[in-house]
């Protein structure tokens, strides 16, 4: 399996959801604990944008991460010039390439926009910057112009082709379809997923599987409309069920989630794979007694792998063993007869409060103080 190398985007993309400004000091804190995570390439920001943006994006690119930082520029020279000053390494060079943006978006036609393609891509090389030639809107446009658009770049020295599903309205087959073509015919891809329909992490991988040596991501899936693929899915998905080694830090997710999470002013839903607190929590009688004797009987990976810790919960649907556990760990023993007029009680509290419930609680039902 071809090897694979995420580049996040958090900084530019992520932060173009609605709302979500980052200050200077939260994106440089962001990009730390991106780099401390071992993720290998930062997409900083827009430097064109001036003030702020180009200065975050100017004191991240001198900072002596180990993550190559790189900067977003439409192909316009002016842009391209901002982000040299920016002092960056490598730059994605994007246009549009469906014939809805092209002409709608744009109001050009097709050579127009390879002319353009060609002077921009020409620029950034002469200068000795990495080049990511951005195909936005790839997902509706015309393969055969796709290609076409690939052949320039690469012709003009571009190091590998940006595929954006820039409205997420691919699924996994035809990602998988048309990554392949592409890979097959030599050129390097990096996939970048929208999430509209919910199924950016699966093209991602989708695309993984087709060759696609880069994947962008953003954390927690942070992104415009339905967000992005998310960082940690992917990283995940990828070790797991492509048996692909990112050298991605995965327990270093928990934190790297919960820092961006507040400075976009998003809260993590309980239940968000990877990341979520309660993914690790059991309380189904016959789940809890199943890993209590077997974790991966209902688990896909340890708890800390991701900085996370399993719980055994107790509610509504606990069982006995699950009492007996959590008494246990507090030092109470109790035998089965007295296990199962516990239970009882237990349901009955977790039903009425409508969650789960905690030792205090559990020590009260059962007449036993602290």
Known sequence: MTAVTICDTTLRDGEQASGVVFSVGEKLEIARMLDEAGVPEIEAGTPVMGGEEAEAVRIIAGMGLDARVTAWNRAVISDIEASLRAGVEAVSVSLPVSDIMIKRKLGRERAWLLGRLGEAVSFAKDKG????????????????????????????????????DT????????????????TDAGFTVEFHAHNDFGLATANA????????????????????????????????????MLKIDTGVRTEKFRALCERVASASGRSIPCGKPVVGDKIFSHESGIHADGVLKYPAIYEPYEPGEVGAVREIALGKHSGRNAVMYRLSKRGVEINVVEADMLLMKVREMGTRLKRAINDDELLSLCGTQI
């Open 129 to 164: 910057l990495y080049v990511c030639a951005g195909a936005e809107d790839a997902s509706r446009a015309d393969m055969d112009f796709v290609m076409e658009y690939a052949s320039l770049a690469r012709e003009c020295g571009a190091d590998r082709l940006r595929f954006a």
């Open 167 to 182: 409205v997420g309205v691919l699924d996994p087959f035809t990602t998988y379809a048309r990554i392949r073509q592409l």
């Open 205 to 240: 991988l989708a695309a993984a599987g087709a060759g696609a040596e880069f994947l962008s991501a953003t954390v927690l899936g942070l992104g415009e409309r339905a967000g992005n693929a998310a960082l940690e899915e992917i990283t995940m998905g990828l070790g797991h």
